[in-house]
């Protein structure tokens, strides 16, 4: 039995000695890890899948005949070289010229019993606004009339004493008293009519034998547009009350706020573009016409006033503006295009370049520079001489679109 039990031990040693030489064998052939046997059919995938190796896509392009292009207003041109000047860039707040904006209130007390004009209406110079019936005035055209009535009476006087002296009836003297009276009576009477005249008055309402006391007109000294109105009927109105605030908005004023270290590249009757974020396409000339001499201690900025002109009064105070101010051309000249020419394609700028035919266009990555006055740097992507499309390129980006669409 017992050496029945020994060959049995021996066997299973053997047995066991063998499944491991086996098993270290095949880890050694298969670089240290099991080999798996591969599913009959199944074939084996390079890294990269299906598609390695296989060219991408060309760029599309977009072809179009020499006439077609002129129909679109594609323009190409080559490539140059010019001098760029630089711009500052400003935002600023559009307000009313104070030069042409008046407060119109009235120059005597009195109670407003008529309203002739609301706001936002176009008024002319010389215009009543508004009519006042006034207490004062009453007192003003009691003393005119007076005055009328006492130089009548001095006319008649001196003429009566003039002719009593031709008859040698009256003293020399009278006369020279009947002259003087008469005089004074003119005085009197020119310091009521301008009296008059100052409170708003016209000569025409004087006219006649009617006393009738006239209403006071309120009227505006300039021709604009009303910006504030608070006349209503009934209320009292004095001279520090305004009444209506009129404005020529023909032309406007934009302030704006220039940094500290720009100020030696600004100067008053620089020229401006002034152009506003409701009005993407509208871009009005203009010029510095103030520079502050004080510096913002907050802000290190200094206000500068531009003024522009307005026409359709599309710019209206209170609006933000931004305002571009041109700089001097530098001496070394650079690649550049035209800001239309440069397009926004998925995410790159691209300039649409020309084959040597003329009728394909190419869609080619630039890398852009620094902006003036409508012109864009070219850093990289183009090169001198070379020629593409300056005007038209939205056209050529609308047909690159709908070819990929279509593809």
Do not use: C
């Amino acid at each position: 039995m017992k050496k029945k039990g020994i060959i049995i031990g021996l066997i299973l040693a053997v047995a066991l000695g063998g499944g491991f030489l086996y098993r270290s064998i095949n880890l050694k052939n298969s670089g240290g890890e099991p080999v798996e046997k591969k599913e009959a059919g199944h074939k084996e995938e390079k890294p990269g899948g299906p598609d390695e190796g296989k060219d991408k896509k060309e760029p599309v392009s977009v072809k179009m005949t020499a006439e077609v292009q002129k129909q679109n207003g594609v323009i190409v041109a080559p490539a140059k070289k010019q001098r760029m000047g630089g711009v500052i860039s400003a935002t600023g707040k559009v307000e009313a010229n104070a030069d042409r904006t008046a407060h119109v209130s009235p120059r005597i007390s009195g109670k407003i019993v008529a309203v002739r004009a609301s706001l936002g209406d176009s008024v002319s110079a010389g215009q009543a606004l508004a009519t006042l019936d006034s207490v004062e005035l009453g007192e003003a055209l009691g003393r005119y009339h007076q005055s009328r009535t006492k130089l009548a009476l001095a006319q008649s006087s001196m003429d009566r004493i003039k002719h009593l002296v031709e008859k040698k009836i009256a003293a020399r003297k009278d006369i020279l008293q009947a002259e003087t009276d008469f005089k004074t009576a003119q005085t009197e009477l020119h310091t009521d009519e301008e009296r008059l005249s100052l409170y708003g008055v016209s000569a025409s309402d004087l006219k006649g034998e009617d006393h009738k006391k006239p209403f006071l007109p309120v009227r505006s000294p300039i021709a604009g547009t009303i910006t504030e109105k608070h006349a209503i009927v009934g209320e009292l109105a004095d001279p520090s009350k305004s009444l209506y605030t009129v404005a020529d908005l023909s032309t406007v004023w934009v302030l704006v706020d220039i940094h500290e270290k720009d100020l030696a590249k600004v100067h008053k009757g620089q020229a401006a573009i002034v152009s506003v974020s409701a009005f993407p396409d509208l871009r009005l000339r203009g010029r510095i016409t103030y520079i502050a001499d004080l510096v913002d201690e907050a802000t290190r900025t200094v206000k500068a006033r531009v003024a522009v002109a307005n026409p359709g009064r599309k710019l209206k105070p209170e609006m933000f503006a931004t305002v571009e101010l041109a700089l001097q051309a530098d001496s070394a000249a650079v690649l550049s295009v035209p800001e239309e020419a440069l397009q926004d394609v998925d995410g790159n700028k691209v300039l649409f370049v020309v084959n040597d035919n003329g009728v394909e266009f190419k869609p080619r990555k630039v890398e852009p520079g620094r902006t003036a006055n409508g012109m864009v740097e070219i850093v990289s992507g183009l090169k001198e001489g070379e020629r593409y499309a300056i005007k038209g390129a939205f056209i050529l980006k609308s047909e690159l679109k709908k070819g990929e669409l279509e593809g």
